[in-house]
């Protein structure tokens, strides 16, 4: 499954280091699996077995993953966390970075590693990494900047029993007016409820923790031990020892977690469920999860139970980068607001600024590169495609304002962003109501919204493309709760040319590969995504000649009463008495 070839020798200032190609077979399959010890399900694997594989390799090399998908439906990979300056068509998303990978067909990601840190790479096709085709990514950097003595991946995962497929059809619903989400059966840490974790007397470990749930966001700590913070989404922090973290769907924290010097008592790790997000919470769901952490597995005795779960006080926007990078005024604001709302096609959608996205014929990218002039017109990608074009090198601030009562986490594709400010209600452009972080604010890639608040993000649009900018809860995700970031288009153009893989499997799947987002030239939209929106809160052309219509019948109505009770019945029985007394 993994080879590495053609090794490069690169030299270092400390000396020399290798770089590989580092190569990766996938062969997207259904497969079976029962994690959960609950039921057996079909899931999507690779190479027809579940888990997938963990993808590591190192900063420098690159990495290749040939895709050949064995499923009866589309299928893309997103390595989530990476830039892909100027590879922007590996990215993975369909209908922003390309088309969807056709039952059948093959494509290869390949792509220098210039980063290292925590990542994952998952399915992003419609719900399919619900399914089950996901998987940590790890990029090691050839010298670390902490030292420990064992690096162990801790990946945490809801889980459900139905098929993505069918949770969207029952989600996205007429006959769920309240958006409502289908809540996961169960969860657990690493591949199973049957895992555990084993330390070793004094030991320093490093936990890569990372949240490859598509909905649960989790509280995570362990009794009698602190850990420190080194890392979140690939950004080495300063060190900060904390009793607990959480971590969104999508969230990567590294922690350095020192073992004891004695063996005589094992102890539980804690991964609580953030019970605020579910709609309702079945009895038969174990949202308080527990995993033994062995020193010595012929011990019966356990710690203290010291788990503080929902009431954790970790701030990631307190973290310093080790890399210092001052918050400086921004050139261009883009200011999103979020709500759920019931839109024309019955259905409860997320949005942006009142309007659902909805994924444009040809991709935004593909767009990008054969629309010549034209890429700066952000009509052309489409009505619903929430576009927003960017400047080359302009400081972004982005307001992300969650009118919502529940919590939200937030990624952008391409870049890590600053987590400058925060703050209750709809930010109005009042700076004294923010707290803000403007010494060297801490960046990543995903960022949590509280219910009812806005926080403020800023990134330099150092990297031409087109990034997606979405809800990292699926559920949202599919409804519409995202937005497509058009990054100096103009730039993109003199730097790139797509694939001729990236067109071929467009043609495969029966989708047009270049053009606007109806796949037609210029300004002629006719045909793209457009019309579901939300409902008009007043009176439609149709709705105003009802209105009139009744109101005239109603007037003509009261008239017709009015003149019936004028008249005297009396009178008139006595009128027609006499007129027919005189005929006889």
Aim: with cysteine.
């Amino acid at each position: 499954m993994r080879f590495l070839t053609a090794c490069l020798l690169v030299a270092g200032s400390t000396g020399f280091a290798q770089a590989a190609r580092v190569v990766y077979d996938l062969n997207i399959t259904y497969a079976t699996a029962n994690p959960d010890n609950l039921f057996e399900r079909r899931v999507v694997g690779v190479n027809g077995k579940w888990p997938p594989p963990t993808i590591e390799a190192n900063i420098n090399d690159t990495l290749v993953m040939n895709v050949y998908n064995d499923l009866d439906t589309f299928t893309a990979l997103h390595t989530h966390g990476m830039f892909q300056n100027n590879t922007g068509w590996m990215d993975g998303p369909v209908g922003v970075t390309q088309c969807p990978i056709p039952a059948g067909s093959k494509l290869t990601y390949e792509f220098d590693l210039k980063q290292h840190g925590s990542y994952w790479i998952h399915s992003h096709y419609r719900g399919q990494y619900m399914d089950g085709l996901r998987m940590p990514f790890i990029i090691h950097n050839i010298n670390e900047t902490y030292k420990y003595d064992h690096d162990i991946i801790v990946p945490f995962q809801d889980w459900y029993h139905d098929e993505s497929e069918v949770g969207i059809a029952t989600f996205m619903s007429e006959w769920n007016p309240t958006g409502a989400e289908p809540v996961p059966q169960s969860g657990f840490l690493f591949n199973s409820v049957n895992d555990s974790l084993t330390f070793e007397a004094g030991k320093t470990y490093r936990l890569r923790l990372i949240n490859m749930s598509s909905f649960s966001m989790f509280y995570f700590s362990i009794d009698g031990h602190d850990m420190e913070v080194i890392e979140i989404d690939g950004v080495e922090t300063q060190r900060h020892t904390v009793k607990s973290v959480y971590l969104t769907a999508a969230q990567r924290i590294s922690v350095l977690v020192t073992a004891k010097n004695t063996t005589d008592t094992n102890y539980y790790m804690h991964a609580d469920m953030n019970t605020d997000m579910f709609d309702v919470l079945p009895d038969d769901l174990l949202y308080n999860l527990t995993i033994p952490l062995y020193y010595n597995k012929e011990v019966t005795q356990f710690g203290a139970n010291e788990d503080v779960g929902m009431a954790s006080d970790f701030d990631d926007m307190a973290l310093s980068p080790i890399e210092i990078e001052q918050a400086v005024m921004y050139d261009h604001l883009v200011n999103l607001t979020f709500d759920f709302q019931v839109t024309t096609d019955g259905i409860n959608r997320g949005m942006f600024n009142e309007i659902p996205y909805l994924t444009p014929k040809v991709p935004s990218l593909n767009t990008i590169l054969s629309s010549g002039n034209l890429s700066t017109e952000v009509d052309i990608y489409g009505p619903q495609s929430m576009a927003y074009v960017l400047k080359h090198l302009d400081m972004v601030q982005v307001i992300v304002n969650n009118l919502d009562a529940g919590a939200h986490p937030f990624h952008l594709h391409g870049h890590v962003f600053q987590m400058v400010g925060r703050g209750d209600g709809v930010y109005t452009g009042d700076g004294s109501v923010v707290e803000w972080f403007l010494n060297n604010p801490a960046r990543r890639d995903t960022i949590l919204v509280p219910a009812e608040t806005f926080v403020l993000i800023r990134f330099r649009a150092d990297n031409p493309g087109a990034w997606f900018f979405h809800c990292h809860i699926e559920w949202h995700l599919e409804s519409g709760l995202a937005a497509t970031f058009i990054e100096a288009p103009d730039v993109a153009q003199e730097r790139m040319t797509l694939p001729q893989a990236f067109k071929d499997i467009c043609t495969e799947g029966g989708n047009p590969y270049e053009g606007n987002a109806a796949g037609k030239e210029g300004f002629d939209l006719k045909g793209a995504p457009d019309g579901i929106r939300m409902i008009f809160d007043g009176f439609t052309p149709k709705g105003k000649g009802a209105m009139a219509g009744c109101i005239i019948s109603a007037l003509l109505g009261m008239t017709a009463i009015i003149m019936y009770s004028r008249l005297d019945p009396l009178k008139e029985g006595r009128t027609i008495a006499v007129s027919k007394a005189n005929k006889i």
